[in-house]
């Protein structure tokens, strides 16, 4: 049926969209353009120039009326806008002030501005004119004239009245007259002759009971000065047990509305269901016929002249369709004149639900009560209401009476007092309880007397809380290391894919439901951190709240188990640290949720890209009470929060660590209840693990008395207990217990720390090398090597890790070392200090080749020619291991060994001529540099003889000759 109706409201949908282009198409034709990212330029109606004012972002809107031609004017002055006066009420003196610009292009003087205000548009009282002695181009001056006091000030009474104002700006040679003129209508309001009254009052709010201050603000509503007349403020609580009934209504006659009722429309109809959770028979407001309206059903009038408030009791139940639109109860003293009481704007369905008002406004003579539906009906399906009974409370007397005098006051001020605190009487009782109490404000003119006491009186009811709670908030003590979660569970894909906000400035809150399926396994363990992603890529500051919530429904959470509150700005991920660690019992549901407040255009809530776990990962409230929670999805999004719980060993695990030593052992014991407690005792304990691992083994008491926790909400000791040297590495756990047997919220008053002490040294290794052998000779390294070192930190006890390496040491290190930096000094340090031998690596590595020069001489002996090649060669790192020599390509001789030199001798032959000799440098690792030569090179044996013979005939010849002696010399060495 519900499938049915819907289609028939899209087909509804459908058909108006119809009509409409129908509509449109047959009187003009409206163009809507989408851009790209870019500038956005504003044209100024009257003289039609353009003005950047922004980018757009993403796809824009825009429409054909940012589309004109720009001209441009040499003379133009003129007025944007007429500022002040503007509707509201009258006064004394109000400003009266004119935005005017220069569209020109030359800078103007001496420009002449008048101004006239016309009662009725026809009755002048007000003619002022000013001039303008500079306006530059394209500049904006706020143009301010002599004040105006309307004529009828002090004149007339609670009445309203018409002005029309005109304003001319007058400039010689102005080239464009149309924006020279502005007029407008603006209606005044003259309020009575006398008339104070208080606007509101503040301090007292509901809440932990304590001592508030008090603080008033009255104003003077009137058109006179006013003096020596008392304001009050009183305090009441009100009693509740004695209520008496005043009007029931439970819709079982089908009659409708039942006698002395009202609808306005017929929207409001009588239905043979109990949605709401009464029985058969409930008022039901239907979406049909729809209009946009205020839809009223309100009751009969019921005598509320003896009473200070009332209760409006009612189920009711929701069946929502789409936003917006308004549900709200409100009353009335005429059946015309409304004051909203109560009000929600669903955005999902309501389950059937008790709603209780309790109100003051308009209570004490006739009240009428409505439940209105203010909006749009197509909005909704149903709204179901029952079981009405409306209950009237008289105040005990008052507790809390004050007053302070005014001397005077002028019309339209407003002024502040600071009356005397308030501390409620209850909690001089120290009782338990929950009270609620009506604040009333007034003021008592009587010379001259008030004309409207309608605003006299300013009243609120709240509702205070009483309970006795103290606790140990935590327990201190220097040098400890808190390890992270141990794991995390969470829905999401780890990814953060986008972010999700509220179209407007707004609250909201989103969660994820952990279920026995994820918790199962971590029975006795605890959540001690929340992580989430802030945003998507902006960052933005904003706080927020993490609350952790009992078993509920599938659909809602259970009660609230603890909160922490939490501030951020980087869009990133952020943990936050439970100050109560919650227990997962691995039975149960846990709800985890992040309330949040942010402005427009920000997106707190960061997010994956897919909805894998439909009811666990995707969890939504919109608005700030976290009554209503609905799948995400239903709105068209489909993901999982990036939301984690971090899990830690609870029960015999360690919480912190430290090393062995004797420690400060100091706890902080809070009061968080609304009375003082006095002469309170704590009592610690420790237990070491070690030598009876299951029930340890007491080593530690301790006791402080005479603890007075005399400040409520808040007030805190230090508790100094007796240093204790923990010497064993092993666990102990440090027991605090705060005890008071009248404590509401016993939870809190005992607290446990598991402490190891960690006295082992870690260790560190290096857990492989690449290449994993040497890839040069003997043992030397030719390339860079990855070194990868590894470390732990052993356990302090079966099953029980030690306090563990720092985070860089999660994945391993890894270093590139090189034959300039073949060595490294490592060591690990775990997170308490103890600090291991260090470890120092060094690799032979040999990366540069040797240096080589070759030479040769040719020398006969015996008769025959001879080539010596002499062969220096060195090496820096690995030194030289030898040099090989070959003759075209193959091996002739090997020299082995650092030396000096190596020398390689031939006997030379004609055929050597067309052979190359090469030789090659070889370093211990493996490296190796050559050298080529030539046999061309190399001249032969037969050019040496041929010159040898001709150098005979030649000497023979010059032997006679003295002056040849130097040349035979020289040929000689030839």
Known sequence: MQNKKRLIKNIIVMFAFFISLVLISSSSISIVLYTRPGQLNKCDEKTSLFKLIGDFQKNTQITESMFQYPRFIDHDVGIINIISPKAGNAGVDINVILNVKNYGSNTENNIKVTVVILKDGVFEEYNETDYIDVLNPDEEKDIELPSWTPDDWQNISNQYLDYKITALVNLSGDQNLDNNYREKWFKLYFGYFHDVGFINVSGPESGPAQTFPISGIIKNFGQYEECCFKNHVEIAEL?????????????????????????????????????????????????????????????????????????????????????????QVETSEDGINWDVVWNINPRSDIAQQNKSIFTAQNVGSTTYVSWTFDGFSYNIDNWYVDDIVILGLNSFGPEYSEYICTDTIDPGEEQNFEFNDWTPEFLSEETTGNKKYILKAWTDMEEPVDENPENDLFFEIIELEFFHDIGIKEIISSNMYNPPPQDWLHFDDGTNALSIGLAYAGTFEYAIRLTPDELEDWAGYKITTVKRHHGHNTSFEMDGIIKIFEQGTSTNPGDLITEEP??????????????????????????????????????????????????????????????????????????????????????????????????????????????????????????????????????????????DLDTPLGGTDILVFDDFNFAMEGVYGFYLDLPLSIDDYPKNNQEKLMIAIDDTDPVSWVEKMEPPEPDGDNGWYVSDVEVTVCAEDPDIAPGIPGSGVGQEWIDCITYILDEKHNSIEFWVIDNVGNDETHHILTIDIDQTNPNMDVEWEIYKQGGSWYVRFTCVASDVKSKMDRVEMYIDDELHETITGPVPSYEFEIKWSKDLKTSTFKFVAFDIAGNSAFELINGSDIKSCSNIYIKQLSKNLVIQFLERFSIFQRLLDILSKM
């Open 239 to 327: 009693d509740i047990e004695n209520s008496v009934e005043l009007l029931s209504q439970d819709f079982s006659d089908s009659t409708f509305p039942p006698g002395g009722w009202t609808k306005t429309h017929a929207n409001w109809m009588h239905s043979d269901s109990n949605h709401a959770g009464g029985g058969i028979g409930e008022a039901r407001f239907y979406y049909l016929p729809s209009s946009n309206d205020i839809f009223r059903l309100y009751s009969p009038a019921i005598d509320t002249s003896i009473y200070d408030a009332i209760i409006i009791d009612f189920k009711q139940n929701v069946d929502h369709y789409t936003i917006p639109y308004t549900l």
């Open 566 to 707: 939490f501030s951020c700005y980087e869009a990133d991920w952020h943990d936050i640290e439970l100050d109560y660690p919650v227990l997962i019992e691995g039975d149960e549901d846990i709800w985890i949720s992040v309330l949040v407040t942010h402005e427009a255009g920000e997106f707190p809530a960061g997010c994956d890209g897919s909805l894998d776990y439909p009811g666990k990962g995707d969890w939504v409230s919109l608005g700030d009470t976290g009554d209503y929670w609905n799948e995400i999805s239903i709105y068209g999004y489909y993901l999982d929060w990036n939301l984690w719980a971090g899990i830690s060993l609870g029960d015999k695990f360690p919480e912190v660590y430290i090393q062995p030593g004797t420690q400060d052992i100091e706890g902080l014991a809070t009061n968080f209840g609304t009375f003082p407690e006095l002469d309170l005792t704590c009592y610690a304990e420790i237990y070491e693990y070690i030598t009876d691992p299951e029930n340890g083994t007491l080593v530690y008491e301790d006791n402080i008395a005479d603890i």
